[in-house]
């Protein structure tokens, strides 16, 4: 798996949800059916970390998040944040804590102004297992072939 | 007394790539050990010295330990317990 196929609906939000944020960090994810790599349901998570240069999903929001994927047989295939003063590459810190090794780490970078609405922004994809990061390449479709649920995009927890 | 654990994917290699296990302890630090003796390794993985890794999540009964006492959480038969890593990250 060396590409990232996603909805173009999804990469929008993505954008949208980071502009809307910054200068904090946001971060969220978009959750598929397990063993499908293809991301179907958008959820928008809070950044309990409230910083311009960190994130984290509240413990509470996260065991939530995880029961509702399990009761739907899904599972995180995209784990997104933006960068808001820096490049949209996997900090040491990102590289350290990423603990899905299936799942596409998305990074979205706002600086230099890219907070504007219609301006160019970098919107990137990587694996990330044992610390290693591996750049791979983003689809964007607007629609999959091989469509398995209706995609969706919700504020939650 | 046995305990349900739910195993996240990153620490299914030490399950045998079970998602979730028994286990049996009176206090999370118990079943930490009892874990540690059929899952080898396991226990590096949670722990920082005497507590609990900053960027690991365990929940009992879906409460977070650090609120109900961290690793002397007291268990009894039939709880369910939760594993989960931190979805944290950031530039800094």
Known sequence: ?157 | MAIEVRIPTILRPYTDGERAVSAEGASIAELIENLEANHEGIKERLLDGADVRRFVNIYVNDEDIRFTGGLATELSDGDGVVILPAVAGGAA
């Open chain 1, 1 to 157: 798996m060396v590409v990232l196929t996603i909805l173009r609906e999804h990469v929008d939000a993505i954008i949208a949800h980071a502009r809307r944020d910054h200068p904090d960090e946001a971060c969220g994810i978009i959750a598929g059916p397990i063993g499908s790599d293809q991301p179907t349901r958008h959820i928008e998570m809070l950044n309990a970390a409230m910083s311009p240069t960190f994130y984290e999903f509240d413990s509470g929001d996260l065991l939530r998040l995880y029961r509702e994927m399990d009761d739907n047989d899904e599972e995180p295939v995209v784990i997104y944040h933006s960068h808001t003063a820096t490049e949209a590459f996997p900090s040491r810190t990102d590289q350290n804590l990423a603990a899905e090794p299936n799942a596409h780490y998305v990074l979205v970078s706002t600086r230099d102004g890219a907070d504007a609405e219609g301006t160019e922004i970098d919107f990137r994809s990587y694996r990330i297992v044992d610390s290693e990061v591996t750049e791979e390449e983003v689809q964007v479709v607007d629609r999959y072939t091989n469509e398995r649920t209706t995609p969706q995009t919700e504020v939650a927890p």
